[in-house]
C-alpha cells in the first residue's frame, strides 16, 4: 500500500504541490504554520505531508512523533539516500504523514559540503519511485524549514513549487524579508526557475495591540496581494495544542487559532485553484 490508501498501480499518478515555509527570523510561527496549515488540508480531504527539515524536530514531536519512533528520518534521505517511503509516520487518522527530522540535521550543510549534488538531494528524493514517489503520492507537500537561510532551506526551495513566508506582526516583521527573498531569486536564478513566492502570513496578531494593526496594514500596503486575507491571532491553545502531541486543528477544533488555520488551509486552496484555472 500507498501514503494514498491504494495499491501501486491501480490509480494515475498525482502530482503534489510543494510548499516550503520558511523564514530565517525565530519566533514567528513557522512550524505552527506548518503542523496545522497541514492539519487544516487533511481535514480538507486532501493526502498531506509534512517533511521536517528543522534539526529542532518541533514540528515532528508537534504531531505526536517522538524520538523514539524517528528510525528513519530526512537526515537519513539526505545523507544517505534513504527513500522519504522509510521515513513516513502518518498521523492520527487523517490523510497527514511526517517524514521527521532528529538534531542530526545540524550538521548537514558540513557533512554534505562536497557532494555535488548537494542542493538537489531533497528534489530527489521526493521524485525517487516512479509512479509511487512521495511526489505522486500527495495533493500537497509542506516542508518545515528551518530558521536560518542555510543548505536545508537551499535544499527546500530547489525542490519547491512556492515559498510561504509567516510574517510575525511585530516591530521587526520586515527585517530580513529582503533577505529571503534575495535567497529566493538566487534559487530561482541557479537551481529552479518555477519557484514563486506563494504568499505572506500574518502571524501572532494581537487585536489589544495596536502596533500589530499598523505592521498588517504596512505589510499590505508594501506586499499587497501577496499577502494571505487570513491573519493567525495570539491563541494560548495554538501554544499548548503541541505539548499534547496534537495540531491545534484536533487539540481545541473551535479555538481562534484553529479557525483561523482552517480559514488559511481554504484560502490556499481557492488561489491554487484560481492559479489552475487561469
Known amino acids: 500500500m500507498t501514503p494514498n490508501g491504494t495499491s501501486a498501480g491501480t490509480s494515475a499518478p498525482r502530482r503534489a504541490k510543494i510548499v516550503a515555509l520558511a523564514n530565517q ?16 488540508l487533511a481535514q480538507a480531504g486532501r493526502r498531506v505531508l509534512l517533511v521536517d527539515l528543522d534539526p529542532q524536530g518541533n514540528a515532528s514531536t508537534g504531531l505526536g512523533l517522538g524520538y523514539d519512533r524517528r528510525g528513519v528520518s530526512t537526515y537519513h534521505v539526505l545523507t544517505e539516500g534513504r527513500s522519504l517511503g522509510e521515513a513516513l509516520s502518518q ?41 509511487q514517489a512521495p ?18 532551506t537551499v535544499n527546500a526551495m530547489a525542490a519547491a513549487d512556492t515559498v510561504i513566508v509567516p510574517l510575525q506582526c511585530e516591530f521587526f516583521a520586515l527585517e530580513g524579508l529582503t533577505q529571503l527573498l534575495g535567497t529566493v531569486r538566487r534559487v530561482q536564478g541557479a537551481l529552479n526557475p518555477a519557484l514563486r513566492i506563494g504568499g505572506i502570513v500574518l502571524t501572532m496578531y494581537d487585536r489589544r495591540n495596536n502596533l500589530s494593526a499598523q505592521v498588517a496594514e504596512d505589510v499590505r500596503l508594501n506586499l499587497g496581494d501577496s499577502v494571505f486575507q487570513t491573519i493567525i491571532p495570539r491563541n494560548v491553545r495554538l501554544s499548548e495544542a503541541p505539548s499534547h502531541a496534537l495540531p491545534a486543528l484536533v487539540y481545541d477544533p473551535d479555538c481562534a487559532g484553529s479557525q483561523a488555520y482552517r480559514a488559511l488551509a481554504a484560502e ?11
Open 268 to 278: 490556499l486552496l481557492r488561489r491554487d485553484a484560481a492559479a489552475m484555472a487561469a
Open 135 to 152: 511526489i505522486h503520492c500527495f495533493d500537497y507537500i509542506i516542508i518545515d524549514c528551518p530558521p536560518s537561510l542555510n543548505l536545508l
Open 25 to 40: 527570523k525565530g519566533g514567528v510561527g513557522k512550524t505552527t504554520t506548518a503542523i496545522n496549515l497541514g492539519a487544516g
Open 91 to 131: 498521523c492520527g487518522s487523517a490523510p497527514l504523514f511526517v517524514a521527521p527530522a532528529t538534531a542530526d540535521l545540524s550538521g548537514i550543510d558540513a557533512e554534505l559540503a562536497d557532494a555535488p549534488d548537494r542542493t538537489q538531494r531533497l528534489r530527489n528524493a521526493f521524485r525517487d519511485g516512479g509512479a
